[in-house]
């Protein structure tokens, strides 16, 4: 039995006893996005998520910039000066080039930090294993935000909300059966949904092809339960290493250290009050 | 194959800096002002010293009342700051943090009130008592709080940071304690002000050492400057402290100092989680040395 102080984390799905369901996901497969952005826009469009900006980045094709409280899809575009894959040649003029494009989303972590720290119980685990702000309860407190290992969760400030918000997994859609919006949207199913396990085994089969087919690079990121953060809800096949698409190479749920700072402040706060007992050797002048 | 460029994409944060603003700055000083206070104020109403048992009961009140208003102030929903008692929520050091805030603040605001107007001694010897047990709680669980993050500057000196925080708390208490006692009753306060700033330095020299590469943010920007203004004035407070002795003058201008010094340590500490979190570099650095 693990350690961890987690009073909510652990209780999918036993909490929901008969409720509880299948734990469900995203696999996004990187290697076939195409960088259209239909599941921005639809992620948008379905969950009613304010315009927050039209900005000019000159980052690439990416005008959105990463995921916050106003962007719950976050398309990333890399280019690179080498060949999409090995074997292929450097292009007639000798200059290789390559697109990288990702759909980035929150990683519903099965031991979701956000979740762990939340003062007051506001982020949930849903009886689909998914995790979910729920927005009457917020307060705005902000320690999710810098929680998160991934940075995507973020106070809305527009509307003086003030509230913290991210990605459902479209809970409204899926406690009802139905695809998430981005998932639906998406034109070339680089956006897959489905129960986790069933995405895993696809995940590990796609993999296999895309490396015989000579991507040297890719990986599958998020999709092992003994990782950081005991695997995500919604991972990822990525052609090249995770900080190139601005992902952490190796994220750890903060709170798994926890008992140790407890341990830690216990020491320090012992330590203030015998220090404080002995200030009264030597008198009262 | 693929080099790794720890700038990452396009230099955009990974993890995002935190929401917090000032006033969260402001409390990680009068969490400490206020559990240090309370812990010297119980000492000294055991030990009968009556003057320094006053005025530190009433900085402990004061600090209590200035807290959960900068707390409030801060969330983005400040009506809804009920809802962090609607749960006990072990997982969340804020949560924790909010219920000792909430007792040790009930029970300094009853103990000064009576000692204010000199009524209900059991009623003031009992809440002196819960407030000066809680208050080294009270100083030192703001530091699991921000370690309780992914800001590199703050996750990796998640031994260090309740020594710092615990000494700062120590250096103020005693500081203001200095200040406000007749100095004929303020031996342990100028005790516990030297011993506070003295630890202050080591604790953070211990974190800065461990952080290694990652405790830049300490040496750049406003950090480093919070944190170099706070080890001068430690240091000049001590120093001075130290040689002056009973004298009142000189003795309040090094308190004066070792107050501003903890002040500016929590800012140091505050600004370096913003500045760790904003270069992509940090966490890089922090989970590749891990791996």
Redesign the interface.
Known sequence: MSAQPNVATEAWPQSYGDEAQPRMGFFTDTSVCIGCKACEVACKEWNQVPEDGLLFTAQSYDNTGGLGADTWRHVAFIEQDRPLRVGDGDGEDGDAFRWLMSSDVCKHCTHSACLDVCPTGAIIRTELGTVVVQEDVCNGCGYCVPACPFGVLDKREIEDDGRVWKCTLCYDRTREGITPACAQACPTESIQYGPLDELRERAGARLDKVVADGFAGARLYGEDPNDGVGGFGAFFLLLDEPEVYGLPPHPVDTTHDLPEMWRSAAVAAGALAVGVAACLLGGRR | ??E???E???G?????????KNEVAWYLFTGGLA??SS??GL??R??G?RP?ARSTTFTAAAALTASPILLIK?????E??V??L??V???????VG?WILTVAGTAAGAAAACEATDVLPRVRAVAQGVAGLL???L???T???V?????PVW?EA??????V???G??ASA?AAAVILTPS??A???R??ML??AV?ELAATTAMERRLGALGEPYHRGKAGAFARAAKAATAAGAALGAVSG?RRVTGRLAAGLVFGGAVAERFAVFRA?FQS?ED?RY??MS??G??
């Not at chain 2, 955009?12 to 917090?20: M, Q």
């Not at chain 2, 370690?147 to 800001?151: E, G, P």
């Open positions: 194959m693929t790794r460029p720890t990452g994409y396009y955009r944060p990974i993890v995002k800096p935190p929401v917090w559990g240090g812990a010297l000492a000294a055991a030990s010293n320094l801060d969330l983005g929903r400040p809804r700051f809802n962090m609607r749960v929520k072990p997982s969340s050091p804020m949560n909010t208050g080294p709680a100083a030192t669980y530091a699991v709080l370690s309780d993050t992914a800001v996750h998640r031994a260090e940071l309740p020594l925080f615990a000494s708390a120590a005693g004929d009753a031996g342990p306060a005790r516990m011993a506070g630890g009973r989680g979190a992509p966490v890089v989970q590749r891990r791996s």
